[in-house]
């Protein structure tokens, strides 16, 4: 299942760059695959009936991943610059599953092949309560976390969460 929904999403991602469709098609895409799929197969992963080795799986989905990604882009014009989006958007979804936990900090390198080019997230995984917590007593970190949300590090739909919760409370007080 790990490796299936993994090549799927690195198959969507590819179609759009490939396709060169709009930057918000692209942004949505980075989007789900770095904010939505690190946290489903991390549920997976914990409610399976035998043990995964997250590890294993990312990186063989993503080995097959790389031998796609290389036999489309280069045949296509701009493949230099399809390539690097695409590694820029591996990077990204490599580290936010670092960030939950699918990954530990010394497969990175391995998986990706080389060290990160990006800053690996500061911080943590965040939690909705603690997030709630933090904006109830400290107001300005809601425009901190909202500033957060495009980031692509895994965290935003927990931080979502927690501005809808607080906003909701607030308004009903």
Do not use: W
Request: with cysteine; charged share 15%; aromatic share 2%.
């Amino acid at each position: 299942m790990f490796n299936d929904l993994v090549v799927a999403h690195f198959d969507i991602i590819a179609a759009v760059v490939l396709s060169e469709e709009s930057q918000q098609a692209l942004r949505l895409c980075r989007s789900y695959l770095t904010n939505k799929l690190p946290p489903l197969l991390s549920l997976a992963a914990e409610s399976s009936l035998e043990p995964i080795s997250s590890e294993q799986c990312l990186s063989q989905a993503l080995q097959q991943v790389d031998s796609e990604i290389t036999s489309i882009s280069s045949a296509t014009p701009n493949s230099s610059q399809h390539m690097s989006l695409l590694r820029d958007v591996r990077q990204e979804f490599v580290l936010a599953c670092h960030l939950h936990k699918l990954i530990s900090t010394n497969s990175i390198t391995s998986i990706l092949g080389a060290s990160p080019t990006q800053k690996q997230p500061h911080g943590s995984h965040y939690v909705k309560d603690d997030l709630i917590h933090q904006i109830r007593t400290n107001p300005s970190r809601a425009d901190r976390l909202i500033g957060e949300i495009n980031a692509m590090q895994g965290n935003a739909g927990t931080i979502v969460q927690a501005l809808i919760e607080v906003r909701v409370e607030s308004s009903l007080l």
